[in-house]
């Protein structure tokens, strides 16, 4: 019975991609819809603290299949959707969902589960792994509110307010879905016991100057972290200075950011650390206030080999300065190349971490307290993906 239900749900997912890759346009009576989507696979080895070899130090896993649902109607109201499935964490969730509309030609407003506007909004950085910010809700991260965005000359603006993170789907292990478990895309503070703390009421601004194909801007972020237990809220805010350059075939990304969560446990007490987490595998310490620095340079070759035309080569480091001076800072560095071959892209990374929350046997320790003794831990890792 268990293998036949397995079976069912693998036909149905397969049967899901065939239609939406064999029909990627449907009219509807008022509207243009657009389906799409994605199916990732992974291929990793890593070389962590422990030198006993573990049949956990290599694997071959089925890492993403998502839906994408874009369309307008004839009113104007634009729809942007995405849900992931992720099996290898035994979660699913939504990615963004949001209705827009535009009110000019330059101006535009989105509700539901949108991306912050914060940083560089195209990635601020290059790998399938993402630089270290992400790790902290800095890079890509996504929330439920309202968000304006404006286009002036080569000014672009954007203010949101964001009234909680958004919805979170099941997660092995979670007590609490929707709003406070793990199983999301972006990470965010999430309730544990002891530390009965969310994220709301969060306020964004965005302004980027664009200049021959490059960008540079300047965003910040400020928000209550309200706790449950208490009935009081603290609050978190961050500010950010971002540029990327494209000068021929080179591309830079660079970032300094500084964020600060003023935050308590249920006791009163205040926390030099955060609980943050995402999909769906519990929640790790977090610095509650550091400087974070990250440069990403790559280099993109156009080519005829097959199916590939281009390969791209890159290196993203990324510094996590803690304030706490009994802290040890966090270092990520990922050397790697993509390859692009029509809707395929392949991810070939070595990734390098030293008091990274994933890229070590102990989960989550990194990015807290920390290890002086830590040394450097690798991953190689080969993520290859259909986009459709």
Not at 358 to 384: C, H, P, V
Request: proline share 3%.
């Amino acid at each position: 019975m268990i293998l036949g239900n397995m079976y069912k749900r693998v036909y149905c997912v397969l049967l899901i991609i065939f239609i939406m890759s064999n029909f990627s346009v449907i009219y509807a009576a008022d509207s243009e819809i657009k389906f799409g989507g994605a199916v990732r696979y992974n291929l990793m080895l890593q070389d962590y603290e422990d030198d006993n070899i573990t049949t956990n130090d290599g694997q071959f896993t089925w890492d993403t299949w998502r839906i994408n649902i874009d369309g307008k109607n004839s009113a104007g109201i634009i729809l942007s959707f995405e849900y992931r499935f992720y099996p290898t964490f035994d979660t699913h969730f939504i990615h963004h969902g949001w209705f827009g509309y535009d009110i000019t030609e330059q101006t535009q407003v989105q509700l539901g589960v949108s991306q912050v506007p914060f940083g560089d909004q195209a990635y601020a950085s290059h790998s399938w792994w993402f630089s270290g910010a992400y790790y902290m809700g800095l890079e890509d991260d996504y929330d439920m509110g309202l968000k304006f965005l404006h286009k002036k000359d080569n000014w672009d603006f954007a203010l949101a307010y964001y009234f909680q993170p958004e919805p979170a789907g099941p997660a092995p292990g979670d007590v609490s879905y929707g709003v406070g478990g793990s199983g999301r895309y972006s990470y965010d503070i999430i309730p544990v016991e002891g530390e009965h703390n969310q994220e709301r009421n969060q306020i964004n601004a965005r302004a980027a100057y664009k200049f021959s194909n490059s960008e540079v801007g300047l965003s910040v972020q400020y928000g209550q972290i309200f706790n449950s237990v208490l009935n009081k809220s603290g609050s978190h805010k961050a500010v950010a200075g971002h540029i990327d350059a494209n000068v021929g075939n080179l591309n830079a990304k660079v970032h300094a950011i500084y964020y600060n969560h003023d935050v308590k446990n249920d006791l009163g007490t205040e926390l030099d650390v955060v609980q943050m987490g995402a999909y769906g595998s519990g929640t790790y310490a977090v610095a509650a206030e550091a400087m974070v620095y990250t440069l990403g340079l790559a280099y993109t070759v156009p080519v005829s080999l097959g199916p590939i035309s281009s390969i791209q080569f890159y290196n993203d480091y990324t510094l996590t300065d803690k304030t706490v001076s009994s802290f040890t800072d966090t270092q990520q560095n990922i050397l790697g190349f993509l390859t692009v071959a029509g809707g395929v892209y392949t991810y070939f990374d070595v990734a390098m971490g030293k008091n990274q929350p994933w890229i070590t046997q102990n989960f989550g320790k990194g990015l807290g307290i920390g290890d002086s003794e830590a040394d450097w831990n690798i991953r190689y890792n080969i993520n290859f993906g259909y986009y459709f």
